[in-house]
């Protein structure tokens, strides 16, 4: 369907999962929850009236469904510090109740404790704001940390407690006692900023905000790179986003189909999440009359539910004059829909004219959208990936140009008087930075796991005229086995997904030993670990610049960029 993909969210089929139509339509809440962190008050409400009905029967149930739960989250817990490190929580409750704290939480086995009840109050002072952009505090108890979200440091607040997690329980402000955080220096110019999960940092001006990433850029190589903090240079400030609003190029709004339009639907004869009617479920008679139906379309408030979301002022203004049209089309559709789904909006150049060409907004994944960074154009399909902020990429290529260019200087010639420079851009999508420093080179490769993307980076060279650059379709490690550059003459350019990179292409990367590498990230954590990875595979790597790029203002979220030089 144009414009739609699934919803693929894991978290929302098991919210469904654990609801049951009534034959009234009614929602009803599962009876029971296994997971520990799951609501106590409304689990034990539960278990009580089952006991009365089946004495000790139920509590066994119920501790041995605990035990397994437990289990689970242990696992999935070590398998994910094997991977990624511990979560960035693990080290701020570290800071704040002291190591020895944390260390005795873990010997004695209670990380995962349910510490509070779901819908406790407690009265809490926000000590710290955390890499997710969330207040902490110190629970009463002094052995537990409660996760505010909109609370800043200096803030007393009344907290509503939601749910429990590793070393810390999460909850929501019911009351500012005093609201007089030294950070708390603007007002938020969204209407929804106090419910939704987008947004974490509109409280405050953007100096403050800039300082605060930076201060996370600091702690990632602090926790992750396991590197000598005299090996790392001081961080950079965080290079600011000329739009501080207005600036997102894509939203993707999503719901969840109403229980009203899924009854309705079964009384169609469609199944749960089926596309096709099954005749046999038919139940005759005239047509049933449709329900009234209201139904979320936004983004994921605070409590987990989908906000209804009519604006969005950090998307652009094309984005924003086309939602109305699109969220009223899925309204008017919302019967035709197997389950819950979520809208692509991108804002694209009408014509490559100029970059001030004026835009428009698309919404079918295949479609084109074009983009002009600097001088170069960019034709890509809406559904695959291209930076979200378009204000700051001259910038960050500006920048990623002038190392390049400061490293170059006592390159070594040939008898000539002149050297050649290569470049390979890991992770290339469609050609973003090979394309826009190609002019810097003599030879541009450049690879990537999608084809359809590698495809757009073939035809957008082509577009540009650029004929230095060649793309290869795949996992980022196999473009080494394909070039012969002079490692001394090599830059690599790496820019990840969130997880970062594969242990396999670290390993090809310093087999390779380029001179330079560039490495740029939207998960500063997950880049520390690879570029320590890196300075310990081969320790004749210098980092000689880290530094975060804003291209996400408003939110917590960071662009690290990290120079290395292997001298
Ligand atoms: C953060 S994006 C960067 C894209 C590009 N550098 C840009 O700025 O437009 C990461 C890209 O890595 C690609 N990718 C993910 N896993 C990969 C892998 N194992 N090997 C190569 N590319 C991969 C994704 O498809 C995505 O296009």
């Known amino acids: 369907m144009t414009g739609f993909e699934p919803l693929v969210k894991p978290n929302d089929g098991k919210r469904r999962a654990s609801r049951s139509l009534s034959p009234a339509g009614a929602v009803e809440e599962a009876s029971h929850a296994a997971h520990p962190c799951a609501p106590r008050g409304a689990y034990a409400e539960a278990s009580t009236s089952k006991q009365q009905l089946h004495t000790q029967q139920p509590d066994k149930k119920k501790r ?13 817990a070590a398998e994910k510090i094997a991977k990624f490190g511990e979560d960035p929580i693990f080290y701020e409750a570290q800071d704040l109740l002291g190591e020895s704290t944390v260390q005795a939480i873990l010997e004695a086995g209670k990380e995962f404790e349910r510490k509070f009840e779901r819908g406790e109050e407690l009265v809490v002072d926000v000590k710290a704001l955390g890499a997710g952009g969330h207040g902490l505090a110190v629970a009463p108890t002094n052995d537990w940390i409660i996760s505010v979200p909109k609370a800043l440091p200096g803030e007393r607040v009344r907290v509503t407690i939601q749910s429990n997690d590793r070393l810390f329980s ?36 953007y100096p403050v905000q800039l300082e605060l990433k930076q201060r996370v850029v600091q702690n990632a190589f602090k926790h992750y790179s396991g590197l000598d903090p005299s090996v790392l240079p001081a961080i950079g400030p965080t290079m600011p986003s000329p739009k501080q609003r207005a600036y997102r190029t894509k939203l993707t709004p999503h719901f969840n189909l109403p229980p009203e339009a899924r009854q309705y639907r079964r009384t169609l004869g469609f199944r749960r999440g089926n596309r096709k009617r099954d005749e046999s479920l038919d139940e005759g008679g005239p047509l049933p009359v449709k329900p009234s139906v209201e139904v979320a379309i936004g983004f994921d408030g605070q409590d987990g539910k989908v906000m209804d979301i009519e ?47 004026p835009c428009v907004a698309i919404t079918d994944h295949k479609a084109t959208v074009k983009e002009m960074v600097e001088n ?10 291209f930076q979200n902020n378009r204000s700051i990429l001259p910038d960050l290529l500006g920048y990623v140009r002038d190392e390049i260019i400061a490293s170059r200087a006592h390159d070594a010639t040939d008898a000539n008087g002149a050297v050649k420079h290569y470049l390979v851009d890991a992770y290339c999508g469609s050609g973003l930075f090979s394309l826009c420093l190609a002019h810097l080179f003599d030879q541009v490769a450049g690879v990537e796991l999608s084809s359809e993307s590698i495809k757009c980076a073939q035809t957008n060279a082509e577009l540009n005229g650029i004929k230095n ?43 390779l030993a380029p001179r330079n590498v560039v490495y740029v990230s939207c998960n500063v954590h997950t880049q520390a670990r690879d570029v320590g990875s890196i300075l310990t595979k081969d320790p004749a790597y210098n980092v000689l610049s880290i530094r975060g790029a804003d291209l996400f203002p408003q939110t917590n979220h960071v662009e690290g960029i990290c120079v290395l030089r292997r001298d």
């Open 170 to 205: 999460k909850a929501r402000v019911v009351h500012f006692d005093s609201k007089s955080s030294e950070l708390r220096t603007a007002e938020p110019f969204c209407r929804y900023f106090d419910q939704c999960g987008g947004c974490q940092y509109q409280n405050m001006a």
């Open 64 to 76: 041995k469904m605990e035990a397994q739960a437990l289990k689970r989250l242990r696992k999935d």
């Open 376 to 385: 170069i154009k960019f034709e890509s399909p809406a559904g695959a990936f």
């Open 469 to 511: 650059a060649k793309f290869l379709a795949g996992n980022a490690e196999n473009i080494f086995g394909t070039i012969d550059y002079e490692p001394q003459q090599t830059t690599v350019i790496i820019d990840p997904p969130r997880r970062g990179c594969d242990d396999a292409f670290i390993e090809q990367l310093v087999k």
């Open 311 to 357: 604006e969005c002022p950090i998307g652009t203004e094309t984005i924003n004059k086309a939602l109305p049209e699109h969220r009223q089309r899925i309204k008017d559709t919302i019967f035709d829909f197997p389950n819950g789904a979520t809208l692509l909006l991108r804002d694209s150049l009408s014509s490559f004219d100029s970059p001030e060409s």
